[in-house]
């Protein structure tokens, strides 16, 4: 049979058509078409087919230079020789053979056909199948490939799967043996032995020939430099073991691992180890960021259930740890998961500072638990670049904190803090306790503060998130065109916040220095008021009798803010000291009221 520059079409007219760089299935255009076949047998005990020549070209730029191929067959042997496929940049050679010998019909002809197959001389260059595959379309870069692998299709044994570039730059070997492929409950790999070692200029391969548009994956192709990755596997999927390492320009990485399973596999557990020298997270993520590199040493085990995980558990050491450009070394973590249930404890023990903590979380919709106990020894704020106008100061507390509730401001329970020390040797300030309570066990809620220098009670009826649209809806009232009354139907706008509040700040002077703060209190000032949704009432009283701001002495500092005579008010006044003890008398009075403001400020 002999064909010559013909053109075939095959269109499905209810179909529409994709771009035309891209290959549709469903519209088929053929041109140049040529081949010629010649079939010396076709019986049915014997097979001999000779394609001495096929080439085509299809619409969306798949071309075809050369098809050939030596098709025989008989009731014992079938082989396909003398084959060869190119494409513009593509040439492929394989050598395929067949024993059939023990095939009783057709229905059995995949499983009881024993194959040869031998790949070599072959040269693969991925943009000549753009069409199908558009992110190839820059990939001009040749690929050698070649194989021997033998066996039926559901038994089969790759001796040696090879894949190279650009002089080994990036070369891949495989070695596997695979059994029972046509039913995954009893699949079973007997060997799997996979090496891949690429050099420099492989990473730089695959940022020139595919487009690459995650940012991460681009860095990690700039910095990872060279790879050599080893992994073996052998077992079943429900008894499955993996050893694995990583060597690479961003870090090492070595597991040995154990999986287990049922038969349905809709149960599956892992244990094992995981350990690296070092990843670093800087050229991961290509900035100076908050997380460099880290090293750890672990063991881990892991479930799932219908691909959920169920419980986890990570227990080692994290030798290393760069957070904010300070190393941490040799953190201690023991990390559990059950369910819903997240517990652990966490050691540290740095030249700058000892934590131990203890506790768990249990998440749930309606009712979240959270229990903490730690307790920090001399962290230096400065040296671990946490707080670097610390200037060296020391912070050591003790933490007990017990909550639970679906949500912050409707939590049970408590946060409480001890021990407070913060400076150093010679200067230094120091809190009995910080104690914060909150009760939303009856209608009425109440969050107190208790401590040496603050406290305080709010109660009520609040819920925090709310409380900018009960504001929002107050201020609206009186300057509309500045504050938009709210139009959201959401149940966010659905705000019912009545609570008034009380706190009382005693003079520290040593703390607010230590503390750099921008004022120091020298008396005690009161901050109290109410927010009322349902009397569209808001009220915020500051008093503030002495303060130091610098060299400046403020006395008598009050602020009032309120709407009790249906317009927004507000007042403030304060006599100020300058270093030559001058006084000065500020007084601000601003009312706001049908969407104007009217405002003095005297002195």
């Known amino acids: 049979a002999m064909i ?22 469903n519209h088929i255009s053929l041109s140049e078409l040529s081949t010629t076949i010649n079939i010396r047998a076709l019986k049915k005990d014997s097979l001999n087919v000779h394609i001495k020549r096929f080439s085509c070209q299809e619409q969306s730029g798949i071309s075809i230079k050369r098809l050939t191929l030596q098709a025989q067959a008989n009731t ?19 050598r395929v053979e067949a024993n059939i010998s023990k095939v009783e019909n057709y229905k059995n002809l995949l499983d009881s056909t024993y194959f040869y197959v031998n790949i070599d001389k072959t040269q693969v260059t991925l943009s000549d199948i753009a069409s199908l595959v558009p992110e190839f379309y820059r990939f001009d870069t040749p690929i050698t490939i070649s194989c021997n692998a033998e066996g039926l299709l559901k038994d089969f044994t790759a001796h040696n799967i090879s894949i190279g570039m650009a002089n080994k730059s990036i070369a891949l070997d495989i070695e596997a043996a695979i059994q029972n492929i046509q039913n995954y409950k009893e699949l079973n790999i007997s060997k799997s032995h ?67 399973g049922d038969s349905s596999l809709s149960y599956m557990a892992c244990n094992g180890y995981i350990k690296s020298n070092g990843i670093d997270f800087v050229k991961i993520l290509g900035n100076t960021g908050t997380i460099g590199t880290v090293a750890f040493d672990a063991d881990i085990n892991a479930a799932t259930r219908n691909r959920n995980v169920t419980q986890a558990r990570f227990n ?15 953190i201690v973590v023991d990390a559990q998961l059950n369910k819903n249930r997240y517990s652990g404890k966490l050691e540290l023990l740095d030249p700058n500072g000892k934590i131990d903590l203890e506790g768990y979380v249990q998440l749930s919709p309606t009712d979240t638990h959270a229990n903490v106990v730690a307790t920090c020894q001399n962290i230096d704020l400065t040296a671990l670049n946490l707080v670097p106008q610390a200037k060296g100061n020391k912070l050591s507390f003790n933490l007990n904190a017990n909550l639970a509730g679906s949500q912050l401001d409707k939590a049970n329970g408590y946060v409480h803090i001890d021990n407070i020390f913060y400076g150093n040797k010679e200067d230094n300030f120091k809190w009995k306790k910080l104690n914060i309570d909150s009760d939303n066990t009856t209608e009425q809620q109440q969050i107190s503060i208790t401590s040496d220098y603050i406290n305080g009670i709010i109660e009520g009826k609040y819920t925090f998130k709310e409380l900018i649209y009960s504001l929002k809806n107050i201020g609206s009232q009186f300057v509309p065109s500045i504050i938009p009354p709210i139009t959201e139907t959401s149940e966010a706008t659905q705000h019912n916040n009545n609570f008034n509040w009380r706190l009382t700040v005693n003079p520290h002077i040593k703390a607010a220095q230590l503390l750099n703060l921008p004022v120091i209190l020298t008396d005690t000032a009161l901050i109290e008021g109410f927010v009322g949704d349902s009397l569209q009432a808001v009220q915020v009283n500051v008093s503030v009798p002495y303060m130091l701001a610098g060299l400046t002495h403020i006395e008598g500092f009050n602020v009032n803010l309120g709407n009790e005579n249906k317009n927004l008010q507000l007042t403030a006044q304060a006599n100020i000291l300058n270093a030559e003890n001058k006084a000065t008398l500020l007084s601000l009075n601003a009312s706001a009221e049908n969407d104007s403001i009217q405002l003095s400020l005297d002195w």
């Open 4 to 25: 010559r520059r013909s053109r075939v079409s095959y269109n499905v007219l209810s179909e529409p058509h994709k771009p035309d760089s891209c290959f549709d299935i």
């Open 76 to 94: 014992q042997h079938a082989s396909i020789s003398d084959c060869v496929i190119q494409l513009p940049n593509t040439y492929i050679e394989p």
């Open 194 to 260: 996979i090496k891949l070692r690429t050099k420099r200029r492989g990473a730089q391969l695959i940022k020139q020939n595919i487009t690459i548009t995650d940012s991460i994956l681009q860095n990690i192709l700039s910095n990872i430099e060279e790879i050599d990755f080893n992994s073996k596997v052998s077992g079943s999927l429900s008894n499955m073991k993996a050893q694995i390492s990583l060597l690479s320009g961003i870090g090492d990485f070595y597991t040995n691992l154990t999986l287990t």
């Open 316 to 330: 080692g050491i994290i030798s290393r740890l760069d957070f904010n450009q300070y190393s941490y070394k040799d």
